[in-house]
């Protein structure tokens, strides 16, 4: 795998940011940004430069995405809930504090 790869940002090349010049006298251009590629650590900041650049791709392309494994149905996982008055600053304050106990883990 090479050292860098070019941002996948759709619209890295048009931000007007100093870092992103390249050319000589005349012919100058915004160029997109290089990141680096880390073996032991594959996120999305392998291939996005920004935030930015990784939300213009979402934004962009997230249907596609969401095509890849599509939800029809909601996620569910098991829990047992407690509720526990306690007792806060001074005088008769109170409140409820309700408590999460996972019982099955999602698979």
Known sequence: MSEHVWCHGPSCHTSHTQDRIRG????????TRKVKQYSNNINMYSYFCSNGCYNDFANKH???VIAIEPRTTPLETSVEVTKEKKQYGYGD??????????VDNPS
Do not use: F, H, Q, W
């Not at 000589?24 to 160029?31: A, E, F, W």
């Not at 304050?93 to 996972?102: H, L």
């Open 62 to 64: 997230i249907e596609r």
């Open 24 to 31: 000589v006298k005349g012919s100058k251009v915004l160029r």
């Open 93 to 102: 304050g109170t409140y409820t504090d309700t408590i999460i106990t996972r």
